[in-house]
């Protein structure tokens, strides 16, 4: 397959004035009727793309068309097409029961529903499906199920049919339909002018009872982004779907969000702190892109990050202002850096924004997403503030209704701020995390910080100009006092000096505050100075990144020199872990040991090459010093936690259960699992149901509990989806493979199922010693599985491949080992255009 150019860029020859579109729904074969109102812009034939659409008739103006679509598409002669106006119209077969690939028209257990981001309309009907075309849809629907929804507004409906109009135009992507056996939960919205919204949540029946947080978290995010950047929804209906068969997270179709169920459904029961923590942040994702994604699009699938990494970082905004900021940015950061950097630092890294692909779908990653969340986060501290709403109202008055490229984007900020922004382009098209290391110097009150940031090769991009970098910093006097307050360096250059003069005493420097740009610090601190930011540092993000540093720096000595902790970093933590005036949220991820992935990155980087086996070893062993450390306080901190009262899902009730259950974690490294086992029993949600079964199973015990769960949830997908995937991540390095393999001959293991799947084969590259258990088998049989859900979703097993992105960072034996599979992989018979371009590109 031959790869698309961003420099290729054309615009459509044509515009589509409107589509209308007629659905009659069967499973296996259900008809599309199009009829398409377009006019030429350009000269030029009309290339409409189409895959897999079984042709019933063709015509243009209303004469028989006699053509022959080719693999992906239809041209119609340039000869053939009249001046002014004129109507295309089509009428295909598809097979939406046959569709396993959960892209185009699909079923899922009963129900009809879409998914057509990037290009799944194209398996829908013939269209101009590309970004830049937009229209206004009309949409009927004929079928004998009882729930029949599309974009836009309901018009009529009638027994056996129903019939949508979307008054706003939009391209194919954002196209939607489901069809089903369905209940709502309702609830009403006025906007801030006064236009009243019906707002349904439709679920099968049963599920109903499930959707309140849903449809709080929907609520509190129309009003949010009212109130923080001026925007009103536009229909009279707002209505999501849950389904159990989807290859993301959700997906904005206009009016229309589809869900994976998994982000929908939650009661106490059934759902963890972390899954509510998610579903307001998926729910508000979503509809923010009404703005950023729907109202102003993007030209090109190059220019994704342009909807994805604003509204990303909108939702992230939101997260904090509803819980708590310095929580949210510490946990955004532990992700970026587990899967960004992770990214960033491999033969799979690219730009936030790519200038080719073979599969777009490959490139709903998390640089776009997550770095390019972290480039508007950076332009935002450039700007300052007013900067930033100055330039986003220009942005949404400027380009409403249009498709935008990244160009656009920055040039609004320019004209808002007057601002170059030149060189700050490069963190859109180059690829690489930089690495800016740090030394001081002290002399006569002056303290002078020297910056140097380097960034290595990506693919493709062997040179690295310097890049604008924020570096938010802040000096604290010895004694603990801030004496300068936080302050944004710019750094511009390779190598850059700032001064800080009159000066009493040589202070102690808090760099990169609020983690302000996505770059690898290297500061070579002594466990003395990390202590003392933990103590003191009075910006939290910081405070808690001391922390993390001193227990890297010896988790590393633990690995290479077979060192213990010592007391430095057992008592600054044990003084943050007791420390009742922070916030329990942060003592948790204070607690939290650094991961083996991220340590494995860590060494690698530092020219060490990482033993999986060894990091396991080591960070068990560091668990129980810290368990030892706090031997005294545990049960205390565990039984003082507890919630009175009932269950609420809120940040603050979150926090002090996410502390219970660290506390949970060391108590069973040192009673055997006492604790934990009564635990199980007493709890009465789900967060304390699975964080008392993690920690048994961590321990190897667990097996009673893992069969009363499963008597208990085996009649709940998504509940279930957790029964498996807490085997695979907490059974040890050497039983790993062995546990993904029994699972995936389970009675309810469905490969079908992108959420079943993943939590078996997910969860096993996730255990990092399991998946680089020196045997192999946890790569071969990741690889197996690889090649046997191409055939039947390749989007969701290119998505999974990226589970070998690392190879390069371990031992020759490993390195065979993995290299082997992806060549293995790459010579499968048929495989697709998704995971063959995953697969060679990691080859390198
Ligand atoms: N549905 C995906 C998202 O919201 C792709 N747009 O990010
Ligand atoms: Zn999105």
Redesign the pocket.
């Given at each position: 397959p031959q790869p698309v150019h961003l420099s290729d860029y054309r615009p459509f020859p044509f515009r589509v004035e409107g589509a209308e579109l007629t659905f009659r729904l069967n499973p296996s074969a259900t008809r599309v009727l199009s009829r398409l109102h377009l006019v030429r812009q350009a000269p030029g034939d009309l290339r409409l793309d189409g895959e897999r659409l079984e042709v019933l008739s063709l015509s243009l103006n209303g004469q028989p068309l006699s053509l022959t679509p080719d693999a992906t598409g239809l041209t119609i002669p340039a000869a053939l097409i009249p001046e002014g106006p004129f109507t295309f119209e089509a009428e295909v077969r598809i097979d939406p029961a046959a569709n396993t690939a959960l892209e185009g028209l699909y079923m899922s257990g009963g129900m009809y529903c879409t998914q057509c981001?990037?290009e799944g309309f194209r398996k829908i009907t013939f269209y101009p499906d590309r970004p830049d075309v937009m229209a206004p849809f009309r949409v009927r629907i004929e079928s004998d199920l009882p729930v029949l929804l599309s974009n836009g507004n309901p018009v009529a409906q009638g027994t056996g049919w129903a019939e949508w109009h979307d008054p706003w135009p939009k391209p194919a992507?954002l196209f939607a339909l489901v069809a089903g056996d369905l209940v709502a939960h309702r609830a009403d919205f006025v906007t801030r002018s006064g236009r009243p919204v019906d707002l349904a949540i439709w679920v099968r029946p049963g599920d109903q009872d499930r959707c309140a947080y849903a449809m709080d978290s929907l609520i509190r995010s129309m009003r949010w982004d009212e109130e923080v950047y001026g925007r009103e929804y536009d229909l009279d209906v707002f209505n999501i779907v849950a389904v159990d068969d989807f290859n993301?997270?959700?997906?904005?179709n206009k009016g229309l969000n589809i869900f994976n169920s998994k982000y929908v459904l939650a009661s106490p029961e059934t759902a963890t702190d972390d899954d509510f923590a998610r579903i307001e942040a998926?729910i508000a994702?979503?509809y923010f892109?009404n703005w950023t994604?729907n109202r102003i699009t993007c030209r090109d699938w190059f220019q994704?990050c342009l909807?994805?990494g604003l509204?990303?970082f909108r939702d992230q905004q939101f997260s904090g202002d509803m819980r708590s900021h310095a929580v949210k940015r510490i946990e955004d950061v532990l992700t970026l850096r587990a899967r960004q950097f992770r990214e960033d630092a491999g033969p799979l890294a690219h730009p936030v924004r790519p200038d080719s692909y073979v599969e777009i779908n490959n490139f709903?990653t998390a640089t776009v997403?997550e770095k390019g969340a972290e480039v508007i986060g950076m332009l935002k501290r450039l700007v300052g503030d007013e900067g930033y709403a100055t330039a986003l109202d220009l942005y949404f008055t400027r380009h409403d209704g249009e498709a935008a490229t990244i160009e656009d984007w920055l040039k609004v900020f320019e004209d808002a701020t007057g601002r170059d922004l030149t060189q700050f382009a490069r963190w859109y098209t180059d690829a690489g995390t930089p690495r800016v290391t740090v030394s001081d110097d002290w002399q006569d009150g002056t303290y002078t910080l020297t910056f140097r940031q380097e960034t290595q090769p990506t693919p493709g991009q062997p040179e690295k100009p310097p890049r604008v970098i924020p570096i938010a910093v802040g000096l604290l006097n010895p004694n603990g006092d801030e004496i300068v307050p936080t302050t944004v360096l710019e750094m511009t250059e390779a190598a850059q000096s700032f001064r800080f003069e009159g000066l009493a005493a040589k202070p102690v420097p808090s760099i990169l505050r609020g983690f302000s740009a996505p770059v690898v610090l290297d500061r070579k601190a002594s466990p003395e100075e990390r202590a003392f930011l933990l103590a003191h540092d009075t910006d939290p993000f910081n405070k808690w990144e001391a922390g993390r540093a001193l227990a890297k720096d010896v988790l590393a000595r633990m690995v290479t020199e077979g060192a213990e902790p010592g007391p430095d970093w057992l008592d600054a933590l044990a003084r943050v872990a007791l420390d009742e005036s922070l916030d329990p949220a942060f003592r948790a991820l204070a607690l939290r040991l650094p991961g083996e992935d991220d340590m494995a990155q860590t060494l690698h980087e530092a020219g060490v090459t990482p033993d999986p086996q060894a990091i396991h070893a080591a960070r068990r062993r560091m668990g129980r010093a810290l368990a030892l450390r706090l031997r005294p306080q545990l049960p205390a901190l565990f039984d003082t936690l507890r919630e009175p009262g009932p269950f609420t899902p809120d940040a603050r009730a979150a926090g002090r259960r996410a502390l219970r259950l660290a506390a949970l974690s060391l108590l069973t490294r040192l009673d055997e699992g006492q604790a934990a086992a009564s635990a199980y029993r007493a709890a009465d949600n789900m967060t304390e149901e699975v964080g008392a079964l993690a920690c048994l199973l961590d321990i190897g015990r667990g097996q009673e509990e893992l069969g009363l769960f499963q008597a208990r949830w085996q009649g709940d997908r998504n509940v279930m989806d957790k029964w498996f995937a807490l085997q695979v991540l907490h059974a040890a390095p050497g039983e790993a493979a062995a546990t993904a393999e029994r699972l995936t001959r389970h009675p309810q293991f469905d490969m079908k199922n992108p959420n079943r799947f993943r939590s078996v084969m997910g969860a096993l590259s996730g255990n990092h010693a399991g998946f680089h258990h020196i045997s192999g088998a946890a790569y071969r049989l990741t690889a197996d599985w690889l090649i046997r859900l191409d055939p039947v979703n390749p989007q969701t097993a290119a998505r999974m491949s990226t589970a070998f992105e690392t190879w390069a960072r371990y031992d020759a034996d490993r390195q065979a080992m993995i290299r082997g599979e992806l060549q293995r992989i790459l010579a499968a018979p048929g495989l697709s255009r998704d995971l063959g371009e995953m697969a060679g590109r990691m080859l390198g």
């Open positions: 981001e990037a992507y993301m997270g959700a997906m904005e998926i994702h979503e892109h994604g994704l909807k994805e509204t990303v709903y997403y």
